[in-house]
């Protein structure tokens, strides 16, 4: 990691034990017991600081750009703790998330329900991780006039993630391979709904909200915003898939279990799309088995399609794309108020284009 991007890390996780102090203190306020209060504070602290921070450190980048100068310390304050918000809501999700997958660990450390005396609690626990969010936004936001945006904004992703969840639920069950219920299209779905509004569009249009960027009737920033973010967040996750299979584990940081955990991935979508009969009765056989030989198998078949070449092709189509729509956003001359800028997308692309994990 370079020496800026640790210490722009650092600065915004100083401010996490700031608002984790203050949801102690309510429960305090409220006369909570001390042995729920130390409990909530070890789901907090196990569950919350603990990723890449990708998206809330997102939030804070945007309001700079959108500025177009150095933050003032509240206003840095208050881009973090919105950018801790979707990491309050995103460890709401994982924990969560880790018992209907009934996964075992998650950022190098057991999952939450399986730490002892953790278990089906976590349950309530995951729910006090979404309570936190709001709480926090009551606090130090209500007075602002976009303060019903932020509880809007909040409000829909989180819906529409649950909605992305059930999609992929109830289409690729672990314990339950049926091949003929993926589709490329299915993928997609999946994909915009489950990551791409609560990773992407969430971070830039709080941002925006808190810069007062207004929405207009023709041309909604807003709606501009999303139109570039949810096929960059779409990007991601393909890529995404594509590394599970094809980057090294030393350069993953982990082992890509795709294959054999029956995920609806970009992968095996475009495998069935291209397969010939023959191709097809082998990832029939062989996709979603807890078994090193069948996957051995559905990994060879991928090479013999050509997905690495596929992959190349859909990275370059999607990267123009992409760079038209930013494209589309209008320049602003200077001395206009805050104004939506192509730079906030641009950061977002470099980031993600041709990354190796």
Not at 182 to 202: E, G
Request: charged share 25%.
């Amino acid at each position: 990691m370079s020496d800026a991007k640790a210490l722009k890390r650092q600065k915004f996780e100083a401010v996490y034990p700031i608002l984790r102090d203050e949801l102690l203190a309510y429960l305090k306020q409220e006369g909570m017991p001390e042995d729920a209060i130390s409990w909530y504070k070890r789901n907090l602290d196990y569950n919350v600081p603990g990723g890449k921070l990708n998206r809330g450190i997102s939030v804070v980048d945007s309001v700079e750009i959108l500025k177009g100068r150095k933050l003032s310390d509240d206003e840095y304050f208050k881009s973090a703790l919105l950018g801790w918000c979707i990491e309050l809501l995103q460890a709401f999700f994982l924990v969560s998330d880790d018992m209907m997958d009934q996964s075992v660990t998650r950022r190098g450390q057991p999952c939450w329900y399986r730490v002892e005396g953790v278990s089906y609690i976590a349950i309530n626990d995951s729910f006090m991780l979404e309570g936190a969010i709001y709480y926090l936004l009551k606090k130090h936001f209500r007075s602002e006039p976009y303060y019903v945006h932020l509880l809007e904004l909040f409000h829909d992703t989180t819906f529409q993630t649950e909605l992305g969840q059930l999609i992929d639920l109830i289409t690729a069950p672990e314990d339950h391979v049926d091949l003929s219920k993926f589709s490329l299209a299915k993928h997609q779905k999946i994909v915009i709904y489950k990551t791409a509004y609560y990773s992407f569009y969430l971070p830039v249009a709080l941002a925006m909200y808190m810069c007062g960027i207004p929405h207009t009737p023709s041309n909604d920033p807003y709606e501009l915003a999303q139109s570039i973010l949810i096929p960059l967040g779409e990007y991601f996750q393909v890529q995404d898939d594509f590394l599970d299979f094809a980057a090294p584990p030393e350069v993953l940081g982990k082992i890509g279990t795709d294959i054999i955990d029956n995920k609806c991935s970009w992968c095996i979508n475009t495998a069935l799309a291209l397969a010939t009969p023959e191709q097809r009765k082998v990832l029939d056989e062989n996709y979603g088995r807890k078994d090193a030989e069948a996957e051995k198998r559905v990994k060879a078949l991928y090479e013999e399609i050509g997905i690495r070449q596929k992959y190349a092709e859909y990275e370059e189509a999607a990267y123009k794309r992409i760079m038209g729509l930013i494209q589309t956003i209008p320049e602003q001359p200077s001395g206009e108020g805050v104004t939506l800028k192509r730079e906030v997308f641009k950061v977002f692309l470099d980031k993600i284009y041709k990354r190796q994990k």
